[in-house]
């Protein structure tokens, strides 16, 4: 069982920057595949970066591209989403989310690749 706690999410102005965090446990997490997530009101949940531990290959939605980065620290347990040039349509619930087979091709966009969860941060950016 693995389990997500999110945090660094807030209210920010656009154009700003935040930083989410992702601590996980398990003795294995460098060999999980992470991904984050968001779900804005009245929308369904979207892909916004996948990470994979074999290679480090990372993958972006195109409306983050450039933006937010993607970062890991095995050491720590702890998986970073850095967001830059916020926009007011980047407000949402922000989850990460883990898959903890090593062996895993599944791909990275879809939210069925992923068996854990995070329980959500919100962003809030206002204009």
């Known amino acids: 069982q693995v389990q997500l706690v999110e945090s660094g999410g807030g209210l920010v102005q656009a154009g700003g920057s935040l930083r989410l965090s992702c601590a996980a446990s398990?003795?294995?997490?460098?060999?999980?595949?992470m991904g984050w997530f968001r779900q804005a009101p009245g929308r369904e949940r979207e892909f916004v970066v996948g990470?994979?531990?074999?290679?480090?290959?990372?993958y972006y939605a195109d409306s983050v591209k450039g933006r937010f980065t993607i970062s890991r620290d095995n050491a720590k347990n702890t998986v970073y989403l850095q967001m830059n040039s916020l926009k007011l349509e980047d407000t949402a619930i922000y989850y990460c989310?883990?898959?903890?087979?090593?062996?895993?091709?599944?791909?990275?966009?879809?939210?069925?690749?992923?068996?854990?969860w995070g329980q959500g941060t919100q962003v809030t950016v206002s204009s």
């Open positions: 989310a883990a898959d903890d087979n090593p062996l895993s091709t599944r791909t990275l966009k879809y939210s069925t690749t992923y068996d854990y």
């Open positions: 990470n994979r531990w074999t290679g480090g290959s990372t």
């Open positions: 398990g003795r294995t997490f460098s060999t999980y595949n």
